[in-house]
């Protein structure tokens, strides 16, 4: 199983302010998803990369896979209490298996 | 279109009891897959399900099992608990076993006291 190194743990900050975590691997992913989950949910897709160097945008959030495919990053941009959650990345476990393995996420806190 | 809906939310039970959860998967999809989440950790995959067979196991215990049924749904099946079995246990469906999209319900929050 193919593993995945997320940092940092935790992050608190304050609304407004910009930040980025980061989904590391010694592997190499054909893909890598990043989800968010709210305290009492499951994760929500946010956003599958697939190609090494991609830079995909969703409004305020962008998400880069970088060129090695080994590690992926996430930066918020003016980051809103809404934003508050834990942070996932996935990737495949490997061995022809395109189940998804996460690492142990960011939890963010936004404080207005 | 309706998502993925897991019950019961809640439960309590006592070391060395048996319980099973259950899950409706997103209408259309036929792979389920079951994930342990344990507190301040991210989910660990216990298996997936696809057209009522399973398609892989990650690295838990035998008396963890489950089942598939024709229309999809899944049940999650832990005998002789042990108290590091609290968790979250979440289902997530997808189209099919290669697709990249997981649709995750809210989870069990399992307490085994």
């Known amino acids: 199983t193919q593993l995945l190194e997320q940092s940092p743990q935790f992050l608190s900050i304050q609304e407004g302010e910009n930040l980025t975590v980061y989904c590391n691997s010694s592997s190499v992913f054909s893909s890598l998803q990043w989800y968010r989950q709210e305290p009492g949910e499951g994760p929500v897709l946010l956003v599958t990369v697939v190609t090494g160097g991609e830079v995909k945008k969703l409004k305020r959030l962008t998400f880069q896979f970088g060129d090695a495919r080994k590690d992926s990053s996430l930066h918020i941009t003016a980051a809103q209490p809404g934003d508050t959650g834990l942070y996932l990345c996935a990737g495949p476990r490997g061995g022809g298996s395109y189940i998804p393995t996460f690492g142990r996420g960011t939890s963010l806190i936004v404080h207005p | 279109e309706t998502g993925v809906t897991q019950s019961p939310t809640h439960l309590i039970k006592t070391r060395g009891q048996q319980v099973t959860l259950r899950c409706s998967s997103q209408s259309g999809h036929n792979t389920v897959s079951w994930y342990q989440q344990a507190l301040g950790q991210g989910p660990q995959f216990i298996f997936q399900?696809?057209?009522?067979?399973?398609?892989g196991r990650g690295n838990f215990p035998p008396r963890f099992s489950g089942l598939q049924f024709p229309n999809y749904s899944s049940e999650l099946n832990v005998n002789a608990l042990e108290l590091d079995d609290s968790a979250l246990y979440l289902c997530?469906?997808?189209?099919?076993?290669?697709?990249?999209?997981?649709?995750f319900g809210s989870g069990t929050r399992l307490t085994v006291v």
């Open positions: 997530a469906s997808s189209l099919v076993p290669g697709n990249y999209g997981y649709t």
């Open positions: 399900y696809y057209r009522e067979e399973e398609n």
